[in-house]
């Protein structure tokens, strides 16, 4: 049976690691893998983090399941802390939630409850948007199509372009896939007032927004990074979003993510929140619930909750003042434009007007890893080489 199977090449993100990995040149910085990194190149354990561990590992008393649809205090403190504690879905029965693992995890229950609906509907997604989103999304059967977002020549949003397109393509029930915020790949993000536009456009004409929150806290602070979605909730009859804490609390590995339904009146949530558990039930069974506790416990204790909100905030920080030097030395004859769009863009995630050519040459020449889309994760990169990689960037692109 097996001998009929081919090998599949392997994904793209984890080769370029592994060829990084393998590069013995002390000068190599590693902008490729996702991950944020401090200063001195680790994916570090937030102290918040730690702290509820040892809580947690000196009061557990069971490794019993927690329910296909996970820690109802989990996905509690989580909705309040991405709408804000005084929104006004909050109490209006109307929201149906499941805990899964990781925000792919989410995006499949959410994507796999939308085929169950409306199996005809088609899902639409940005160009580009994060690799992942097309094979987790269309492995459900559902179709997707892209709409016109990140311009490669003005590095910022074709806002009207996208709006143009949905307007003349995307028919009543279809999907809208958006970020929330920290665009990923681009870094590019909607403005409020791009926000505030789409939301009446996206009613009127019958779209329904499926928001990707996988970053939240890392581009301009909760609040703000929380606009647009917030907006949604409010003022969308219907609407999905999934939330991610791999990046906001550095639970990578534990896998904890969050999809939220927002649904036209209780009775209907009611019946989403049976139809999420028994989704997750054909995934996984049951979501893993080690990094739900940890995220439950630091947003359910004051003195942990504010820890956190700390050291988010030095991550936010460290970001955005990376952002901020490579500005600086990219802000010369020919670098102009770049350098203002790095500054402008939120997140982790830059792309860069790279050619998978010039990506090879950074690897080969310069020992600066990036992907051949010319996507960077700039929280691998650190003050003392920042220069340098301005440097090689300039040499490539003249």
């Given at each position: ?106 995006l499949r229950i959410g994507a796999q409850l939308v085929y169950a609906a409306s199996p005809n509907a088609t899902v639409w997604v940005s160009t580009p948007t994060w690799a992942n989103h097309i094979p987790l999304i269309g492995s459900t059967g559902l179709k997707l199509e892209s709409y016109p ?250």
């Amino acid at each position: 049976m097996f001998d009929r199977l081919d090998s599949l090449p392997p994904d793209a993100i984890m080769a370029l690691m592994q060829q990084c990995k393998a590069d013995d040149r002390p000068n190599k910085v590693d902008l490729g893998v996702g991950v944020y990194k401090d200063a001195a190149g680790t994916v570090p354990i937030m102290r918040a983090v730690k702290t509820a561990e040892e809580i947690i590992f000196g009061e557990e008393k069971t490794k019993t399941y927690i329910g296909t649809t996970g820690r109802a205090g989990f996905r509690e403190t989580m909705l309040e802390l991405v709408l804000g504690a005084d929104h006004p879905v909050l109490g209006s029965g109307r929201i149906a939630s499941s805990q899964a693992a990781g925000g792919s995890g989410a995006l499949r229950i959410g994507a796999q409850l939308v085929y169950a609906a409306s199996p005809n509907a088609t899902v639409w997604v940005s160009t580009p948007t994060w690799a992942n989103h097309i094979p987790l999304i269309g492995s459900t059967g559902l179709k997707l199509e892209s709409y016109p977002y990140y311009n490669r020549d003005t590095l910022g949003v074709d806002f009207d372009d996208m709006l143009a397109h949905l307007d003349a393509n995307a028919k009543r029930g279809d999907i809208v896939l958006l970020h929330g915020c920290c665009h990923n790949p681009t870094g590019a993000d909607l403005s409020h007032a791009e926000w505030d536009r789409l939301v009446p456009f996206m009613n009127e004409r019958g779209l329904v927004p499926f928001i990707d929150l996988a970053y939240l806290g890392l581009g301009r602070g909760i609040d703000d990074d929380g606009y647009g979605l917030r907006l949604v909730v409010r003022d969308c009859a219907e609407s999905l979003f999934t939330v991610s804490a791999s990046k906001n609390f550095g639970l990578y590995k534990e896998r904890v993510g969050l999809l939220a339904v927002i649904c036209n009146n209780a009775d209907e949530a009611a019946v989403i929140q049976s139809r999420l558990g028994a989704i997750q039930r054909t995934l996984i069974s049951m979501p893993p619930d080690h990094g739900a506790q940890i995220v439950e416990r630091i947003l359910g204790n004051g003195d942990l909750k504010r820890m956190w909100m700390d050291e988010l905030t030095e991550m936010r920080e460290r970001i955005n003042g990376l952002r901020r030097l490579l500005s600086e030395a990219l802000d010369v004859q020919g670098g102009e434009a770049i350098a203002r769009a790095v500054v402008a863009q939120n997140g982790m995630f830059s792309m860069l007007p790279v050619t998978k050519d010039q990506a090879i040459r950074l690897r080969e020449e310069h020992a600066i890893y990036m992907t051949n889309s010319g996507r960077i994760n700039i929280a691998g990169a650190n003050a003392s080489n920042i220069p340098g990689v301005a440097d090689a960037l300039l040499s490539v692109l003249s």
